[in-house]
């Protein structure tokens, strides 16, 4: 607020009055308080409204709903009692049988079925027909099975699929043979009814759905690849620990 000052006419007025006159006491002077100065008055912020998270709901995947699969083999295929061709047989299924897929051993090379008279077992991939995707069985990690597991890579670390390999027992070269191939990780899994044992892994083809080839003729390796694998074969004893290394050159 505005104050006029007052104070230099007063005083000048007062020193007049004081030559004619005797002097006279001076009044003390009285101030009046000021009056209040009016102050904001604080509003209280308003309430910040709370915001209740969603869950968002995650995806579910698709459960997997078994369908029939059918022998395609020219003469027929064995029903074996593990994902291998060391494993018994448990039943031979003519051509053109139906059976109900259930999963698939790591490296999706065998097949766990149910036949129609309620028995389970394991075929190979190569004899059956492609009724669906197979690839969309769930992994079954078989039971009672030794485990040879290995991986082709190339020189910059690339997992290398399609790569072939034999696994047979190296103190009897004329026994059968696992054969397997890599996947798409370059992981291959031999699965064995044995407990022990010295067993030779041993390179011997390429599939000609591999990334290693120049186009789909299977022709000419791509540029940088030579089509060797080192080594070209390996022993390990069961049970196996760790992981046979191989690389693609």
């Known amino acids: 607020m505005r104050i006029t000052r007052w104070l230099p006419l007063a005083a000048a007025g007062f020193f007049l009055t004081a030559c004619a006159l005797a002097a006279t006491p001076e009044p003390t002077a009285t101030h009046s308080p000021a009056p209040p100065t009016?102050?904001?008055?604080?509003?209280?912020?308003?309430?910040?409204?709370?915001?209740?998270?969603?869950?968002?709901?995650?995806?579910?995947?698709?459960?997997?709903v078994p369908f029939n699969v059918i022998i395609a083999a020219t003469d027929a295929a064995n029903l074996r009692a593990g994902p291998g061709f060391h494993f018994l047989i448990l039943k031979v299924l003519k051509p053109g049988t139906q059976?109900?897929?259930?999963?698939?051993?790591?490296?999706?090379?065998?097949?766990?079925?149910?036949?129609?008279?309620?028995?389970?077992?394991?075929?190979?991939?190569?004899?059956?027909?492609?009724?669906?995707d197979l690839f969309h069985a769930p992994l079954v990690e078989p039971?009672?099975?030794?485990?040879?597991?290995?991986?082709?890579?190339?020189?910059?670390g690339t997992p290398i699929n399609g790569i072939g390999f034999t696994v047979r027992l190296r103190t009897s070269p004329d026994s059968p043979a696992n054969a397997v191939l890599t996947d798409s990780g370059g992981e291959f899994f031999s699965y064995l009814p044995y407990t022990g044992g010295v067993w030779t892994v041993t390179h011997n083809a390429v599939a000609c759905d591999s990334i290693v080839w120049f186009d789909s003729t299977c022709t000419y390796y791509k540029k940088g690849y030579s089509g060797i694998v080192e080594p070209p074969a390996r022993d390990v004893r069961l049970p196996q620990e760790g992981i046979l290394e191989f690389t693609w050159k």
């Open 38 to 64: 009016a102050t904001d008055t604080e509003v209280p912020p308003a309430p910040t409204a709370t915001l209740t998270p969603t869950e968002t709901p995650l995806p579910t995947a698709t459960p997997f």
């Open 99 to 132: 059976a109900l897929l259930i999963g698939r051993a790591p490296g999706s090379e065998w097949y766990y079925v149910e036949t129609k008279d309620s028995l389970r077992g394991w075929v190979f991939g190569m004899l059956l027909k492609q009724t669906g």
């Open 143 to 156: 039971e009672n099975a030794s485990l040879i597991r290995g991986r082709v890579l190339d020189a910059a």
